[in-house]
């Protein structure tokens, strides 16, 4: 059975607090005696209790995550797969997360509860608006966050984004080049920046190829399946239809197969379907059928590497060191042909 504090201490014949302040870094104590304590900790299987730690350390050793209850994210694969990457960075390092469920009403106090009562070290926020209050707010209150995506910041703050209106300039050009002019576009809520940026790179593909975009063709809306059956299906109903459909995930990818099916277009015979895909392990984008052209980039990943970015603000890292904008990848597979017409 694993030491306790007290026993550990008796065992070292040190006092409880050289021993915590060892094992919590403190500079007070010399390294051979820090040295000595951690190896003595490993050996005896020790682990401090949450309520010992944060006695000791004035610290939570939680990230705080708030969503509203309305959008029901825990029924969201985005999200859950979001989650197990912030999950696996905070195994790690022995930190636990706070996930606040809220309404959008009362979302802007829910952040500043957390930021004020103690309870987390720092908040990961995520799907930001254009213009943001969440993100205003912990930067007024100058509290430890990381925004997964970009908004319009007045101050620097920690951000982890993936390279959206590049990814969809990619996919727009690769679909211009194999000769498609009729592009429908799929997109997620645009009141959020990533969309707004996906939207922003078709626009400047067409732009390049010549082509202008027809706002009949583009839609937008929560990622969601029956959305991209929904609209896939009004493209398609179209008296001139696209030739290409382009979505804001693999789950609109989902629903475009689907309307595509029902209508008795072939893909990419007669419609050709590009998506993005978030590497989400439940829907593979290579085991579809026909697999599908996507551009690429993991959301698990992302999770992981913005939690990282959290325990390194929460240490006194500065916002502006820690702001990465990751390339998004390509991937050509089944679903892109030459138009037929």
């Keep these: 059975m694993a030491m306790n504090l007290k026993e550990l201490s008796a065992h070292l014949g040190l006092s409880q607090t050289t021993v915590s302040r060892a094992l919590n870094g403190y500079p007070e104590v010399s390294e051979a005696t820090r040295l000595r304590v951690l190896q003595a900790a ?6 401090p209790s949450p309520a010992a730690r944060r006695l000791a350390t004035g610290k939570a050793y939680a990230l705080g995550m708030v969503f509203p209850v309305e959008r029901n994210v825990l029924m969201d694969p ?9 999950s696996e960075t905070a195994v790690r390092s022995n930190f636990d997360i706070l996930i606040s469920p809220t309404t959008a009403e009362q979302e802007i106090d829910t952040y500043a509860r957390l930021a004020r009562n103690g309870t987390v070290d720092a908040v990961i926020l995520s799907g930001p608006m254009i213009d943001d209050p969440r993100v205003e ?20 703050v920690a951000f982890l984004d993936i390279d959206n209106e590049d990814a969809f300039f990619q996919a727009v050009r690769f679909l211009t080049q194999l000769g498609h002019r009729r592009i429908a576009l799929i997109n997620g809520d645009e009141r959020m920046t990533f969309a707004a940026d996906r939207r922003r790179g078709m626009e400047r593909a067409l732009a390049a190829a010549g082509i202008s975009p027809d706002d009949q063709l583009w839609y937008a809306g929560a ?49 050709s379907l590009i998506v993005h895909d ?29 939690a990282e970015m959290a325990l390194a603000r929460m240490q006194g890292e500065s916002a502006e060191t820690l702001q990465e904008v990751w390339p998004v990848e390509l991937v050509v597979r089944g679903s892109t042909a030459p138009p037929r017409r």
């Design 42 to 47: 490993e050996e005896t299987g020790y682990r």
């Design 78 to 86: 985005l999200f859950v797969d979001f989650l197990a990457g912030v």
């Design 137 to 156: 707010l912990v930067q007024r209150l100058g509290f430890p966050a990381v925004v997964h995506g970009r908004s319009h910041f007045e101050r620097p």
């Design 223 to 271: 990622m969601t399946a029956e959305n991209g059956y929904r609209f896939a299906r009004a493209a398609l109903a179209e008296a001139d239809p696209p030739t290409a459909v382009l979505g804001s995930s693999i789950l609109v990818g989902h629903g475009v197969l689907r309307a595509a099916a029902e209508a008795g277009v072939a893909v990419p015979d007669d419609l």
């Design 278 to 306: 978030d590497d989400m392990p439940a829907f593979r984008a290579d085991q579809m059928l026909p697999p599908l052209t996507t551009t690429r980039s993991s959301i698990r990943a992302a999770g992981a590497r913005v």
